[in-house]
């Protein structure tokens, strides 16, 4: 089964304590593809400036990554900045140049409107509701937000929750959005909107997956060092979309399953910057560190 994403294209200024990058690629969109392709066929819709090289997305288009849905608008693409402290959780934004992003306007190429999985990534949730509008009934839509838009337009955010099968949020947000630090009444409340299942990413302690009152518990893959987070966030939910396209089935073992093949591919991705790490990896590398996984969580 095929995945359409929308989402950012962007280009990232990243400086950590094991060296910086200027310009390199980024953006929730491609960070979703470079994991997700190792799975399914993906479909992108997003925009670019006439600034953008379309040699950095080579890789992706010979992973079965459609490009379609990308459009170019005159001006400079989307373009983030940040320095994160020896504490890889905690990071200072220095600039945020939306560019071309500001006035994005998804529209839909009319064989992508019949894609089986929708990945609504971190955007303006009145423009996932835009998309949500253009789709025929996907088998699931899974939505990925952040604290900004719970903050400025929790109405709107509300109105793609209600509409979302899988939803993907972090816990703080998850405290923030229900307006209660109690983990089980504020999975309640979000899955009595209409989500089925939720996600809920832990960063450096891993991921929990609730389905129907059932918990999972995943942890992250123990690494010996952490080059850049960066995309992370975006490459799990790859991970985890992909295995479920590629399984086009979402009982709870799949879900399970799912869950842990997040985690195995965000871990790829911090071990180098930007996408390095995830251009040098197959399935196969994957498989096998998942199969780590699996050893590490019987008992």
């Known amino acids: 089964m095929s995945i359409l994403v929308v989402g950012s294209i962007a280009y990232d200024s990243v400086e950590t304590p094991f060296g910086k990058r200027d310009n390199a690629l980024g953006g929730s969109t491609l960070y979703f593809s470079s994991a997700a392709s190792l799975f399914a066929p993906v479909h992108v819709v997003g925009v670019i400036g006439d600034d953008f090289n379309p040699a950095d997305i080579d890789f992706l288009k010979q992973r079965r990554v459609n490009f379609d849905g990308m459009v170019e608008a005159a001006g400079k693409t989307f373009r983030w900045g940040g320095v994160y402290h020896k ?162 089935n979402l009982d709870e073992i799949t879900l399970r399953r799912a869950l842990v093949y997040g985690s195995t591919t965000a871990s790829f991705t911090v071990e180098q910057f930007s996408m390095d790490r995830l251009k040098e990896i197959g399935r196969f590398e994957v498989d096998n560190r998942w199969n780590e996984f699996k050893e590490m969580m019987q008992f």
Do not use: C
Request: hydrophobic letters at 40%; zero cysteines; aromatic letters at 12%.
């Open 87 to 248: 504490n890889m959780n905690m990071r200072d934004t220095l600039f945020t140049d939306l560019n071309v992003f500001e006035t994005f306007d998804p529209v839909l190429p009319d064989h992508y409107k019949s894609l089986d999985y929708l990945f609504l990534a971190n955007i303006d949730p009145d423009l996932q509701l835009k998309v949500l509008d253009q789709m025929h009934k996907p088998k699931a839509v899974i939505l990925d937000t952040m604290n900004f838009w719970i903050s400025g337009k929790k109405e709107s955010l509300t109105r793609v929750i209600q509409r979302t099968d899988i939803l993907i949020i972090n816990d703080e947000e998850l405290i923030e959005y229900t307006g209660t630090e109690n983990f089980l009444e504020g999975l309640r409340h979000i899955t009595a909107l209409g989500p089925k299942v939720v996600v809920i990413k832990r960063g450096m302690y891993g991921a929990v997956l609730y389905n129907a009152g059932r918990f999972f518990f995943a942890p992250a893959y123990p690494l010996p060092e952490v080059k850049d987070p960066t995309g992370a966030g975006d490459t799990f939910a790859g991970g985890f979309i992909g295995y479920l396209a590629e399984q086009d």
